[in-house]
């Protein structure tokens, strides 16, 4: 995080500076997170060239299966807004839908809440398109640099987003930086000197605030596999070690009787003919060292176990995970997963309510009318097998102490309630007999 005075101005030498800090301090750790995230271009074997030994590095895809758990069970199910029975309020729900469905709100919270899992923030931008259309996306977070005043307020001043484009014709990098204050973005581009020029005049973005937002994954901002990647790299040198011990005979040596005459040259000339030649007598066979493929495995479980429990995501596979159906029993394996989801759904309600006032900024000008985003409620729903029979259970028997359409919302069908109320009433007016939710 950068600060500076709300009195200071934002000129392109402290813009240079910020960029240079955050590609020192930041940016190496985001870059290893990505890779670890989802490795590439990584030699799988290296050879010794003394010995001729050769090592295998197997990876495991521990980290994209904790993001991934993570993401399915927090972010797997829409989120459900709410406005009560103010009318304004209703008419605001009414015009975020709209927005929402264009925009695509379901998957870009997706992206936002896997980048978050990732980086341990997310980062969001809010802009106009072509058709004057609101729209917002996830954007790297490597890329966004966010510069607060220096107050206990801690004000979002400045944002500073830098990347690089490369033209394919002419085989060239350019590095450009957009600088997002309360009103325009200015662009940028970096010189062969290493200065940075001005693209054309500030234009204005119509947000009346900085339009980047952010989502923090927790309090911290760490990723979800960031503190157990030296169990995750236990675990990948454990394997690649035995895989390459076999592959080698790295434990074993060749034992020959009765050829003491034999040289290194000898040997080399055996080992590319393959053909041993042994005189009268002689005997060649492996003098194995024994290995203790139990502690090996051992070892492995216990790393395995490790793993899941620290990041709090469970192994889904696991027998004894799959095999209690309860929906008590499933809840409580689930703790822990809970537990950082709950963290998580709080850092997100923050980013999706900013994200809401900065729209409203923008509708009070295109409709003439102040919006208040703070009447608009939000519903997470987490990513659960339900067990359907036990819930329409509960639901009926709660049926008699709350509202049906209380009960009825228990089900996790996406049903409306007030309606399925009024297709009961009407029912009953025809003259069914069938049972209904509860006494009348």
């Given amino acids: 995080m950068f600060r500076m005075p709300i009195s200071a101005q934002m000129t392109v030498d402290r813009m240079d500076k910020y960029i240079a800090a955050h590609k020192k301090t930041v940016l190496p750790r985001m870059d290893n997170l990505d890779k670890r995230y989802m490795p590439s271009d990584e030699k799988s074997v290296t050879v010794d060239p003394q010995s001729g030994r050769r090592d295998i590095l197997l990876r ?76 917002f996306k996830a954007v790297d977070p490597r890329e966004i640099i966010l510069v607060y005043d220096n107050t206990v307020e801690n004000a979002l001043l400045y944002a500073i987003r830098t990347y690089k484009d490369k033209d394919i014709l002419q085989d060239k990098e350019t590095e450009y930086a957009d600088l997002y204050d309360a009103t325009t973005i200015t662009s940028y581009t970096r010189q062969s000197g290493g200065s940075w020029v001005q693209i054309g005049e500030p234009t204005p ?72 030649n042994l005189p009268e007598g002689g005997d060649a066979s492996w003098l194995v060292k024994p290995q203790d493929d139990t502690a090996l495995e051992h070892l492995r479980d216990r790393l395995d176990k490790d793993i899941h429990k620290l990041s709090m995501t469970p192994a889904l596979t696991d027998e004894s995970f799959a095999g209690d159906a309860s929906g ?53 729903t987490r990513n659960i097998p339900s067990n359907l029979l036990e819930l329409v259970d509960v639901a009926v028997k709660a049926s008699g102490l709350v509202s049906d359409e209380t009960a009825i919302g228990i089900l996790p069908l996406d049903i409306d309630a007030k309606a399925e109320i009024e297709k009961k009433r009407a029912e009953a007016e025809a003259g069914y007999t069938l049972p209904m939710w509860g006494a009348q």
Avoid: W
């Avoid at 980047?212 to 236990?234: H, K, M, P, T, V």
């Avoid at 309600?349 to 703070?374: F, H, N, P, S």
């Fill in 328 to 380: 008590i029993a499933l809840k409580f394996k689930l703790q822990g997963l809970e537990n950082k989801a709950s963290r998580k759904e709080r850092g997100f309600r923050l980013g999706l309510q900013r994200r809401m006032e900065l729209i409203c900024e923008v509708l009070a000008v295109l409709d003439g009318v102040k919006y208040d985003y703070t009447q608009i409620g939000m519903t997470f």
């Fill in 205 to 276: 973005h119509h947000f009346r605030q900085v339009p980047i937002n952010s989502y923090l994954n927790n309090r911290r901002a760490i990723g979800d596999f960031e503190q157990i990647l030296s169990l995750i790299d236990a675990y990948d040198r454990s394997q690649s070690n035995a895989v390459s011990e076999l592959e080698d005979f790295r434990n074993a040596y060749l034992k020959l009787l009765g050829m003491e005459d034999t040289d290194e040259t000898d040997v080399k000339e055996m080992r590319k003919n393959r053909v041993l």
């Fill in 60 to 135: 495991h895809s521990y980290a994209a299966y904790i993001t991934d758990i993570n993401v399915g069970y927090f972010m797997g199910e829409a989120i459900k807004y709410s406005a009560g029975d103010d009318e304004r309020a209703n008419t605001l729900l009414e015009r975020l839908s709209g927005i929402f469905a264009y925009t695509d709100e379901m998957n870009a919270n997706a992206e936002l809440a896997e980048d978050a899992s990732i980086y341990g923030i997310a980062q969001e931008l809010l802009y106009m398109d072509g058709d004057a259309k609101i729209r």
